[in-house]
C-alpha cells in the first residue's frame, strides 16, 4: 500500500504538465493548427516562470502565493510565444510542422545564450519549497487524504480546476463549438459567418497559455523549480502531442492518457524504490526509453482509425471555398 | 536576347529558391545582430562581422564540420521531396555512430583487410542508420502514424539505447573518462592533411552522395515516384506507384544518410595522435540532425543547395564560436539558425510578394516614362 501511495503521489505532479500541454495541443489543432512548438512553448513559460521566482525568492514572500504569480507570468510567456506560430501558419500560410520545429530550436539557444551571460550558468536555479507535505484537514481522510493530499503540489488541484474549464469551454460554449468547426470544415464555418482565421489565432493563443502553465509545473513539479537549455523539458511537449493523440483530441480521454504516461514514468524512476521492479534487474535505460515506446505501441494501434480534425494542419484560404 | 536568357533564369525554380533562402539567412543575421545588440552593444558591430567573415579564416574547418550536418541535411531534406518530415535525423545520426564505433572497437577483422577498417566502420554506419530510418517508415507505410511523432520518439529510444549500450561494454566505455575508447589509426578516415584541422576524404563521399541523390531524384523512376507521391499522394496512388513501399525505402534510405554523417564525424581522424573522436554518452540529443533540418531548408530540399547550405551553415557556426572573442557565446549561431528556419518556412511568400512590388514599381514607372 505504501508504494501504491508512493506512486500516486509521484504520478500526480507529473500527469498535471502533460495533461495541460496535450490540452494546449487539443485547442489548437481542433482550430485546425497543428502546435510541434509545444516544447519550445512549454520550456518559454518554465524558463520565465522560473527566472520571475529567482527575482522574487528574497521578498519572504509565501510560496504558494509566488507560485499563482509566476504561473501568471508563465501563461502569459507561452501565450507570447505561441503568436509565433499563430502569425506564421495562419496569416502568412506557413508550413506549420517547420515553424513549430524552428520554435523548439529558438528557445533553449536564447536561454543557453541569456543565462550563460547574465547568470553564469545553463539556466535559473532557485531556492523556494513549493512541496506541499500535507494539505491540513484534508489529509486526514483515510486513503484519499493519503493519495491526494499528502506529499503533493498545488499544481495538482490547480490543473484539475483547468481541466474542468477546459471541458466546459470546449463542449458547452458557443466559442468551443465554432473552434471545433474550423478545424473540421473551416469553408463551412466561414459561410455562416465565423472568422476562421480569429478562431485559429484563440485556438493558437490557448494552446500558448496551457503550454506555459504547463511548462512552468513541470519546472515545480519534475525539475524542483529549476529550468535550463540542455535538457529543458526533456521532451514533454513531444510526449504531450502523444498524450493528445492518444487521448483522441478529447479531454477526458486526454486526462487518462495522461495519467497512463505520467505513472510509467513515475514507475521507471522509482525502480529501486519497488522491491518487485527492483529484482527483476532490468537495466534503468530501458524504464527510460518505456514511456516513448508505450507511446509507439499505443499509436501503432490507434493511429489507424485516427479522429484528427480533418483540416489540421491545412492554412484556410478563403478563395478557395 | 540575352536580357531573355537573364529573366528566365529569374522565374526558374531554383532560382526563386535561392532568392527566399538569401532573404531568411539576411533576417536571421539581423535578428542575431539584434539580440547581440541587446546583449552588449559596444561589440555587437565586431561580432556580427566576426560571425559571417571569421569562417573563412580556417576553411578547412569550415569544410570538416559542414561534413555531418551535409549527410543530416540531405537525410532531411531526400525525405522532404517525398512530403515526409524527417525530423528523426538525429536518432539516425547517433545510431549509425553507435554502429560506426562497435564496427571500429569489438569487431575483429582478418589481418590482410585490417587496414581499411574504416571502410567497414562506413558501411556500419550506413546499416545503422538505414535501420533506424526503416522503423519510422513501417509506422508510417503500413500503421498510418505520423512520422514526424515516431521519429521524434525514436531520436528519445535511439539515444538512451546507444547510451545504455555503450556504457554495458568494456570494450567501447572508457568509464573513468565517461567517453568512448580511442578508435583505432586503421578506423579513422584518411586525413587530407590541412594543417590544424581534421578535414578528411568524408567530404567527398558528402559531395559524391548529393550528387548521386540528385540523379536519383531526377533521372530515375524511383526519383519520379516519389517526387510524384510529394506533390500529390493521392494522384501518385491512383496512378499505380506503390507508395507504401515508396515511403519505406525513402525513410530507409533518408536514415542511411544521417547514419552516414554519425559514421563520418565519429570516424575523423585526430590531429594529435594517439587519439580518436569520441562520444559522451550523457542522455543528450544529437544537435547535427536538428541542423540538418536548417541546412535541408535552406538548400530548398536540393541535393545540390544542400551541399552549399550546409558550408554556409558551417561557416557562420565557426564564425560564432569565434565571436568569443567579444564575450559572445556561441549559442548565438543556435538562435539565428533557428530564426533562419522560422522564416524559410515562408521566405517564399515574402520574396514572391517583394519581388511582384517591384515589378509593379518597375512597370508604373516605365508607364511614366511613355507618358513623357
Not at chain 1, 265 to 292: D, E, H, Q, W
Amino acid at each position: 500500500m505504501e508504494t501504491i501511495y508512493y506512486l500516486i503521489q509521484g504520478t500526480l505532479p507529473v500527469a498535471i504538465p502533460l495533461l495541460l500541454v496535450a490540452l494546449g495541443g487539443m485547442f489548437s489543432e481542433r482550430s485546425g493548427v497543428i502546435n510541434i512548438g509545444l516544447e519550445g512553448i512549454m520550456l518559454t513559460g518554465a524558463f520565465l516562470g522560473c527566472v520571475f521566482v529567482y527575482l522574487i525568492e528574497g521578498s519572504g514572500m509565501n510560496a504558494q502565493l509566488m507560485l499563482i504569480l509566476a504561473m501568471i507570468v508563465a501563461a502569459a510567456a507561452g501565450i507570447i510565444y505561441s503568436f509565433m506560430l499563430a502569425f506564421a501558419a495562419i496569416n502568412m500560410k506557413a508550413d506549420q510542422t517547420i515553424v513549430g520545429t524552428a520554435m523548439n530550436m529558438l528557445i533553449p539557444a536564447a536561454i543557453l545564450l541569456f543565462a550563460k551571460m547574465k547568470l553564469g550558468s545553463d539556466g535559473v536555479t532557485t531556492s523556494v519549497f513549493f512541496y506541499v507535505r500535507e494539505v491540513p484537514g484534508l489529509s486526514k481522510i483515510p486513503v484519499i487524504g493519503d493519495l491526494f493530499f499528502k506529499n503533493t503540489y498545488i499544481t495538482v488541484y490547480i490543473g484539475l480546476v483547468l481541466l474542468a474549464v477546459a471541458v466546459v469551454v470546449f463542449y458547452k460554449t458557443r466559442f468551443g463549438l465554432r473552434l471545433r468547426a474550423c478545424g473540421e470544415h473551416p469553408s463551412a464555418a466561414d459561410s455562416v459567418g465565423i472568422n476562421v482565421e480569429k478562431m485559429r489565432w484563440a485556438g493558437v493563443t490557448i494552446s500558448g497559455f496551457l503550454g506555459g502553465i504547463g511548462g512552468f509545473f513541470y519546472a515545480v513539479g519534475v525539475t524542483d523549480g529549476n529550468c535550463n537549455g540542455h535538457t529543458g523539458v526533456a521532451g514533454f511537449g513531444f510526449l504531450a502531442l502523444a498524450v493528445m493523440i492518444f487521448g483522441q483530441w478529447k479531454p477526458v480521454k486526454i486526462a487518462l492518457a495522461a495519467l497512463l504516461f505520467a505513472l510509467l514514468r513515475t514507475i521507471a524512476y522509482s525502480v529501486p524504490l519497488i522491491p518487485f521492479l527492483n529484482s527483476l534487474g532490468i537495466n534503468n535505460a530501458f524504464y527510460k526509453m518505456s514511456p516513448y515506446i508505450v507511446t509507439m505501441i499505443v499509436l501503432a494501434f490507434t493511429s489507424k482509425k485516427s479522429r484528427a480534425p480533418k483540416a489540421e494542419g491545412i492554412p484556410y484560404d478563403k478563395s478557395r471555398r | 536576347m540575352n536580357n531573355g536568357k537573364l529573366s528566365k533564369l529569374v522565374r526558374s525554380d531554383g532560382f526563386k529558391a535561392f532568392r527566399a533562402a538569401c532573404l531568411a539567412i539576411v533576417i536571421g543575421l539581423i535578428f542575431g545582430f539584434f539580440v547581440m545588440l541587446a546583449a552588449s552593444p559596444a561589440s555587437a558591430a565586431p561580432g556580427i562581422l566576426t560571425i559571417i567573415t571569421g569562417g573563412f579564416k580556417k576553411l578547412g574547418d569550415v569544410f570538416y564540420y559542414s561534413i555531418p550536418i551535409m549527410m543530416t541535411g540531405l537525410a532531411v531534406g531526400f525525405a522532404f521531396k517525398m512530403g515526409l518530415f524527417n525530423i528523426g535525423a538525429s536518432g539516425q545520426y547517433t545510431m549509425g555512430m553507435f554502429f560506426a564505433l562497435y564496427m571500429g572497437l569489438c569487431v575483429p577483422l582478418p589481418a590482410g583487410i585490417e587496414g581499411i577498417r574504416w571502410v567497414f566502420c562506413v558501411l556500419a554506419g550506413a546499416v545503422g542508420g538505414f535501420i533506424w530510418g526503416f522503423i519510422p517508415g513501417i509506422f508510417k507505410a503500413l500503421l498510418n502514424v505520423n512520422e514526424v511523432i515516431t521519429s521524434i520518439m525514436f531520436n528519445y529510444i535511439g539515444m538512451y539505447l546507444v547510451d545504455m549500450l555503450i556504457m554495458q561494454n568494456a570494450l567501447l566505455y572508457e568509464s573513468g573518462k565517461t567517453r568512448t575508447k580511442y578508435l583505432p589509426d586503421s578506423a579513422q578516415l584518411p586525413s587530407l592533411g590541412v594543417k590544424n584541422s581534421n578535414l578528411n576524404i568524408a567530404i567527398f563521399f558528402a559531395v559524391i552522395a548529393a550528387v548521386i541523390l540528385y540523379i536519383v531524384l531526377n533521372k530515375t523512376t524511383f526519383g519520379y515516384e516519389l517526387r510524384a507521391t510529394g506533390f500529390n499522394k493521392d494522384a501518385a496512388e491512383y496512378a499505380g506507384m506503390k507508395s507504401k513501399r515508396n515511403i519505406m525505402l525513402t525513410m530507409s534510405l533518408a536514415g542511411m544518410l544521417a547514419g552516414l554523417g554519425g559514421a563520418f564525424a565519429i570516424l575523423a581522424p585526430s590531429t594529435i595522435a594517439g587519439s580518436s573522436m569520441t562520444y559522451e554518452p550523457i542522455s543528450v540529443i544529437a544537435a547535427n540532425g536538428f541542423n540538418g533540418i536548417a541546412v535541408a531548408l535552406l538548400g530548398a530540399s536540393n541535393p545540390i543547395g544542400i551541399v552549399f547550405s550546409a558550408v554556409f551553415i558551417s561557416l557562420i557556426q565557426r564564425g560564432g564560436t569565434m565571436a568569443s572573442l567579444y564575450g559572445y557565446k556561441p549559442e548565438i549561431i543556435d538562435v539565428v539558425i533557428a530564426v533562419i528556419i522560422y522564416f524559410s518556412a515562408f521566405s517564399g511568400i515574402i520574396s514572391a510578394s517583394i519581388a511582384k512590388l517591384f515589378g509593379k514599381m518597375k512597370k508604373s514607372g516605365e508607364t511614366k516614362g511613355e507618358d513623357k
